[in-house]
Nanobody, 124 residues
Framework: QVQLAESGGGSVQAGGSLRLSCTTS????????MGWFRQAPGKAREAVAI???????SVAESVKGRFAISQDNAKNILYLQMDSLRPEDTAIYYC??????????????????WGQGTQVTVSS
């Protein structure tokens, strides 16, 4: 089992920044892929950014140039740096882990462990 705990969410004005953290614990071996996802009210959960076990990362087009994903493998922490925030970034943000498998893909159904989420609210 893998446990995930997000932190760092909050309320910010448009143009501001936040850094989300996700602390992982438990059986973190065979961790193939980690990612950040978000879900806005009335919308489906979507991928924001993912990073594989070798550090190769990708971000969604909607946040490219504004968000960056990184990880501290020694501390088992995943980060999401969010700059130039917009009202449309308002959502609950979740971190997730995929253990095993050959790929690291931004597919909600591919990830098998999830955190509880942290709220991010951006006001105009």
């Amino acid at each position: 089992q893998v446990q995930l705990a997000e932190s760092g969410g909050g309320s910010v004005q448009a143009g501001g920044s936040l850094r989300l953290s996700c602390t992982t614990s438990g059986d973190t071996a065979r961790r193939k892929c980690m990612g950040w996802f978000r879900q806005a009210p009335g919308k489906a959960r979507e991928a924001v950014a993912i990073v594989d076990s070798e550090g190769s990362a990708s971000v969604a087009e909607s946040v490219k140039g504004r968000f960056a994903i990184s990880q501290d493998n020694a501390k088992n922490i995943l980060y999401l740096q969010m700059d130039s925030l917009r009202p449309e970034d308002t959502a609950i943000y979740y971190c997730a882990v995929r253990r095993g498998g050959p790929f690291c893909i931004p597919d909600v159904d591919y990830f098998n462990y999830w955190g509880q989420g942290t709220q991010v609210t951006v006001s105009s």
